[in-house]
């Protein structure tokens, strides 16, 4: 079974960093990813960090600044490093890739179960 897995999220004071991790596993022949979300109560879910297509990094404005996505160096896990964590920052994070399995020809897009961030004032 394919699927991305989130971890680091949970309880920080405002100021505070944390980083979230996002990693694909199952058959796997290659995988794209392709950036962070994020939905906090109530809301519906929006752009966090993302790759472009042309490979500019696109950043909410909301974070500019504060937060840094990345990928390791073989392109299996994807971070977001979160600095200066604001209470709004409260939401549950999700990653979103194209991951091309092992037994089919063309990719499909696939988002991770979420992780919870919570910013405490």
């Known amino acids: 079974q394919v699927q991305l897995v989130e971890s680091g999220g949970g309880l920080v004071q405002a100021g505070g960093s944390l980083r979230l991790s996002c990693a694909a596993s199952?058959?796997?022949?290659?995988?794209?990813?392709m950036g962070w979300y994020r939905q906090a109560p109530r809301k519906q879910r929006e752009l966090v960090a993302v790759?472009?297509?042309?490979?500019?990094?696109n950043y909410a404005d909301s974070v500019k600044g504060r937060f840094t996505i990345s990928t390791d160096n073989i392109g299996n896990t994807m971070y977001l490093q979160m600095n200066s964590l604001k209470p709004e920052d409260t939401a549950v994070y999700y990653c979103?890739?194209?991951?091309?399995?092992?037994?089919?020809?063309?990719?499909?897009?696939?988002w991770g179960q979420g992780t919870q961030v919570t910013v405490s004032s």
């Open positions: 790759f472009s297509s042309s490979g500019v990094i």
């Open positions: 199952g058959r796997i022949r290659a995988t794209k990813f």
């Open positions: 979103n890739a194209e991951i091309l399995r092992s037994d089919r020809l063309r990719p499909s897009g696939y």
